[in-house]
């Protein structure tokens, strides 16, 4: 099993591409490493449009790589928040801070070549197997051994 975390389209698809490296959330985290991104059917057309991305390309309502959490900024001013927009992408028209926000700062983002259907939960969720079903357990399995394979070979 791996922890996996839900992130809305557009914004999961430039998490794996590398694009997004900080993941801004209400609530902290004392998670570090590896966890896997999944993308939700939800997908915030506004910010598509913002950051001039096609809604229809994008993959929803699966796992569609991984990142590795290496750290976590605690943002206490708008100010803050917008010296890293850059790296955390949110929408400029942030007026304020109600509460503590925190960016969870990311590294390694693999982008899997075939995407995994998976339903998303709120936080941080194990992906776990139904035990109906126990072949899938191997298929993901083997995806991620896959892409894992396919890093070191296709980076020589």
Not at 68 to 85: L, N
Request: positive net charge; aromatic residues 8%; hydrophobic residues 35%.
């Amino acid at each position: 099993m791996m922890k996996c975390l839900s992130v809305s389209q557009p914004f999961a698809d430039l998490i794996v591409s590398g694009k997004k490296t900080i993941e801004m959330r209400t609530w902290n985290t004392r998670f570090r490493g590896e966890f896997l991104v999944h993308a939700p059917l939800r997908v915030r057309t506004d910010d598509c449009h913002r950051l001039r991305m096609d809604c229809s390309k994008l993959v929803r309502g699966a796992v569609i790589g991984k990142a590795e959490i290496r750290d976590v900024k605690t943002y206490t001013t708008i100010a803050q928040v917008r010296a890293d927009k850059k790296r955390h992408h949110a929408a400029s028209d942030m007026t304020g801070l109600d509460k503590k926000r925190y960016g969870f700062v990311l590294c390694n983002p693999v982008k899997f070549h075939a995407p995994i259907e998976c339903k998303g939960r709120l936080g941080f969720f194990e992906v776990r197997e139904p035990a109906s079903n126990p072949t899938k357990n191997s298929i993901i399995s083997d995806l991620l051994e896959e892409e894992h394979r396919y890093g070191l070979v296709g980076h020589h």
